[in-house]
């Protein structure tokens, strides 16, 4: 089993950066592809980026594409999410999440992640 805990959330000012992170325990996650996904108050969970289990494949959905970027860090057993140029319709939960290790591609849907953090506020205010 392996264990997602998400920090690095808070409340910034439009324009304002912030960095993510999401450590993993239990085993290595050197072989799951992981993503974060988004959930803004009312609205249903969003997929936000992924990243391949080396890390040479990555995916964003187009509003955050320029903006936000992800990393990971295996020899940490960590996922990284730098958000630069914070808007507030970014103001979300985040989710960090993880694939099984049997699977090797990526994917924008929530029901094919396995693995889930228990979220990190971000708030950006105007």
């Known amino acids: 089993q392996v264990q997602l805990v998400e920090s690095g959330g808070g409340l910034v000012q439009a324009g304002d950066s912030l960095r993510l992170s999401c450590a993993a325990s239990?085993?290595?996650?050197?072989?799951?592809?992981m993503g974060w996904f988004r959930q803004a108050p009312g609205k249903e969970r969003e997929f936000v980026t992924a990243i391949s289990r080396s890390g040479d494949i990555i995916e964003y959905t187009d509003s955050v594409k320029g903006r936000f970027t992800i990393s990971r860090d295996n020899a940490k057993n960590t996922v990284y999410l730098q958000m630069n140029s914070l808007k507030p319709e970014d103001t979300a939960v985040y989710y960090c999440?993880?694939?099984?290790?049997?699977?090797?591609?990526?994917?924008?849907?929530?029901?094919?992640?396995?693995?889930w953090g228990q979220g990190t506020q971000v708030t950006v205010s105007s």
């Open positions: 239990g085993r290595t996650i050197n072989t799951n592809v």
């Open positions: 999440a993880g694939r099984s290790s049997f699977y090797t591609s990526l994917t924008q849907r929530s029901s094919d992640f396995l693995y």
